[in-house]
Structure formats: C-alpha cells, structure tokens
C-alpha cells in the first residue's frame, strides 16, 4: 500500500521556521516528481511547490518564493519542505503529493499519490 506521511506541522508565530516531512512507503518514489500543496479554511487546495525525480526542475509559486526551500533525499524515500519566516497567511493544511515521472505541474490532478495532511498555524 502506497502511503505518503507528513509531520512536521505546528504552531509558530509570524516570521519563525518550520520543516515539514513526508515521508514515503509502499513504492518507491525516486523517479516521482514531489509536490506539496495547501489549503486554508474556505479556499481551495492550492500549489506551494514542486521538484522532479531528478532535482534538476523546481517549480514555486510566488507567494512561498524566497521563504520555502523543498529538498528531496531519495536514499530515504522523503522530501521536506523547509518554511521561513513564515506569515500568518501561510495557515493551512500541508499536503505532500507525487507524480509518477519527471514533470512538474502545479495543477493537483497531475499527481497520484497524496498524504493526509499536516495543520500549520502561523499566529501574527
């Protein structure tokens, strides 16, 4: 069974870090473009950033570029999401997502594997 599990999530106040984890089981995801994404009470899920299989593509939308930095250690099937000076608007829901091969696009559907979710609190 495939799963992908995230940790890391918390509560913070405006301007402190977090590292967000996901880790992977059931199949290997060397080959997979990682992607996280989020959602905010009310909004819809939307993309945060993304890497190919190959580290040599990243992909981050404008809101996060800058303060987040994704990296991937394939050795141990897990990605992480390191998140600076992080603002109140960054409160959400923090999903890890794969895709099978080395392209990255930042719509949801293109990926097929998702993780439950870590809650992120930023407090101002």
């Known amino acids: 069974q495939v799963q992908l599990v995230e940790s890391g999530g918390g509560l913070v106040q405006a301007g402190g870090s977090l590292r967000l984890s996901c880790a992977a089981s059931?199949?290997?995801?060397?080959?997979?473009?990682m992607g996280w994404f989020r959602q905010a009470p009310g909004k819809e899920r939307e993309f945060v950033v993304a890497?190919?299989?190959?580290?040599?593509?990243?992909y981050y939308a404008d809101s996060v570029k800058g303060r987040f930095t994704i990296s991937r250690d394939n050795a141990k099937n897990t990605v992480y999401l390191q998140m600076n000076s992080l603002k109140p608007e960054d409160t959400a829901v923090y999903y890890c997502?794969?895709?099978?091969?080395?392209?990255?696009?930042?719509?949801?559907?293109?990926?097929?594997?998702w993780g439950q979710g870590t809650q992120v609190t930023v407090s101002s």
């Open positions: 997502a794969a895709r099978r091969g080395n392209a990255v696009v930042t719509r949801d559907s293109g990926y097929d594997y």
């Open positions: 059931g199949r290997t995801f060397t080959r997979d473009t």
């Open positions: 890497m190919s299989w190959s580290s040599s593509s990243t």
